[in-house]
């Protein structure tokens, strides 16, 4: 359980946006007045506070890394891309201006900004996050937070987030709805370079892709359907994927409905 409070001092707004996230999330807002986080935990004996402060929000746990959104990679690898190099989700996904494209695995929301960016305001890119408090995080990242390159804020701004299960999504999209349809589960093994990863880890759903996710997926995918997984990963072959680039610590995998 969590709650939802400002920082200390919040303007009016921000602390209505506290209440409005903590009505969406159906959890309790408390005023912060000159609490501490540490007197936060006990006192309403939570998991951790959502913070809504002048940057953004913030997640605090006792003995997690902090949580906030950024665009990670994403960044750095558009502007790799802008100058023509290669992106190795792109390249796997063949993804082309105007493109729809299915995330089924939000997270942090990088590939999706990749993915928004490239098929551009013709395109569609929908993202689906399971965990409610990293889909209103994410979310609220995606609209608010700047880049300082317009394009790259843009894309961010088009990406439609919806705090729901693939299982189900998928279970009730008409078939080749999409173009592409990614999976980028968190891996059955952690890869403890990565500092997103580490901050994402202890809010995600852990859980492994099924069978039968995979079967609606080819079903609604016009094109292709992806999977990320750690290099050398028995769940490409466990779900039928054939793997079409690996670098040092992970690989795409596809399936062409
Ligand atoms: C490895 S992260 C994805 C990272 C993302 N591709 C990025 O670029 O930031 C996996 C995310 O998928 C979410 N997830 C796992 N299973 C899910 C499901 N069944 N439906 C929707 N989201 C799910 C997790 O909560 C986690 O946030």
């Known amino acids: 359980m969590?709650?939802?409070?400002?920082?200390?001092?919040?303007?009016?707004?921000?602390?209505?946006?506290?209440?409005?996230?903590?009505?969406?999330?159906?959890?309790?807002?408390?005023?912060?007045?000159?609490?501490?986080?540490?007197?936060?935990?006990?006192?309403?004996?939570?998991?951790?506070?959502?913070?809504?402060?002048?940057?953004?929000?913030?997640y605090e746990s006792s003995g997690y890394p902090s949580f906030f959104?950024?665009?990670?990679?994403?960044?750095?690898?558009?502007?790799?891309?802008?100058?023509g190099e290669n992106d190795a989700m792109v390249r796997a996904a063949n993804l082309l201006e105007g493109d729809q494209v299915l995330d089924c695995t939000l997270g942090m929301g990088a590939d999706a900004i990749v993915s928004s960016f490239v098929t551009g305001a013709s395109g569609r890119v929908v993202g689906l996050e399971s965990e409610p408090l990293l889909a209103c995080m994410v979310a609220e990242g995606l609209k608010n937070y700047c880049s300082g390159r317009p394009a790259v804020d843009e894309a961010m701004r088009r990406i439609e987030v919806m705090n729901c299960n693939y299982r189900s999504y998928l279970a009730k999209s008409r078939s080749n709805s999409f173009d592409v349809v990614v999976f980028d589960p968190m891996f059955?093994?952690?890869?403890?370079?990565?500092?997103?990863?580490?901050m994402l880890k202890p809010l995600a759903n852990p859980t492994a892709v099924d069978e039968e996710s995979v079967?609606?997926?080819v079903r609604v995918a016009r094109r292709r359907v992806l999977l990320?997984?750690?290099?050398?990963?028995?769940?490409?072959?466990?779900?039928?994927?054939?793997?079409?680039?690996?670098s040092s610590s992970y690989a795409w995998g596809v399936i062409d409905p």
């Open 69 to 83: 959104f950024h665009p990670n990679l994403s960044v750095v690898r558009l502007k790799q891309w802008s100058k």
């Open 2 to 58: 969590i709650v939802v409070t400002t920082s200390h001092e919040p303007s009016t707004k921000e602390k209505e946006k506290a209440v409005a996230i903590a009505d969406s999330l159906s959890v309790l807002y408390v005023d912060r007045d000159r609490a501490s986080l540490d007197k936060m935990y006990k006192q309403y004996e939570v998991d951790g506070v959502l913070i809504v402060t002048k940057q953004g929000l913030r």
């Open 188 to 198: 059955r093994k952690t890869v403890y370079g990565s500092k997103a990863m580490q």
């Open 228 to 246: 990320k997984e750690r290099k050398n990963s028995s769940e490409f072959a466990r779900l039928g994927f054939k793997v079409i680039h690996q």
């Open 215 to 217: 079967a609606h997926a």
